[in-house]
């Protein structure tokens, strides 16, 4: 039970971080980016690969790769 609770303090303490960097003082709202970079980098942060739901701008879903 200990690990549990050990592991998800160290979670609520690096999304707080990533929060804070990411929207923290010094960051203006037209230096924070848009929704999909901050989603890119979070899903980068945790080692993972981002899969878009949709096809690039221009193409269908037949067409997609």
């Known amino acids: 039970m200990i690990p549990a609770i050990v592991t998800v303090i160290v979670a609520v303490v ?3 971080g990533i929060l804070f960097n990411d ?3 010094g ?7 848009n929704a999909r ?3 890119a980098a ?3 942060r945790a080692g993972a690969t981002e899969i ?6 221009g ?3 037949s067409q997609a790769p």
């Open 14 to 16: 690096a999304m707080a």
């Open 23 to 25: 929207f923290g003082p």
């Open 27 to 33: 960051n203006g709202w037209q230096d924070s980016g």
């Open 37 to 39: 970079m901050i989603a």
């Open 42 to 44: 979070a899903v980068s």
């Open 52 to 57: 878009p739901s949709e096809p690039p701008a």
């Open 59 to 61: 193409q269908s879903a």
